[in-house]
């Protein structure tokens, strides 16, 4: 089972971009479907992207398409999340997560999870 650590969180202004990163460990990583999910305070949790293990499929929510992009390095064992004209409503902790399935998650139905990274957008 692979684990998970994402980095690249911060304050950002709205409209300005982030990039998230996600670092996972273990030597079966190209066969997990890999997702962004974020939870903001008093919220549940969200899906915001998913991939799937090859990269040549993904799927994002309503709220982020155009504006997020997600990738994945299976060569070092890295998933992405690009944010561009970030709002604040997109404020919340962000988590890596991923489930050794062929296809894409779409949902929260994930298996393994990140400990999730701070990304604050201010106005």
């Known amino acids: 089972q692979v684990q998970l650590v994402e980095s690249g969180g911060g304050l950002v202004q709205a409209g300005g971009s982030l990039r998230l990163s996600c670092a996972a460990s273990?030597?079966?990583?190209?066969?997990?479907?890999m997702g962004w999910l974020r939870q903001a305070p008093g919220k549940e949790r969200e899906f915001v992207a998913a991939?799937?293990?090859?990269?040549?499929?993904?799927s994002y929510a309503d709220s982020v398409k155009g504006r997020f992009t997600i990738s994945r390095d299976n060569a070092k064992n890295m998933v992405y999340l690009q944010m561009s004209s970030l709002k604040p409503e997109d404020t919340a902790v962000y988590f890596c997560?991923?489930?050794?399935?062929?296809?894409?998650?779409?949902?929260?139905?994930?298996?393994?999870w990140g400990q999730g990274t701070q990304v604050t957008v201010s106005s």
């Open positions: 991939i799937s293990w090859s990269g040549g499929s993904t």
């Open positions: 273990g030597r079966t990583f190209s066969m997990y479907a």
């Open positions: 997560a991923a489930r050794r399935v062929i296809g894409l998650i779409t949902t929260t139905r994930y298996d393994v």
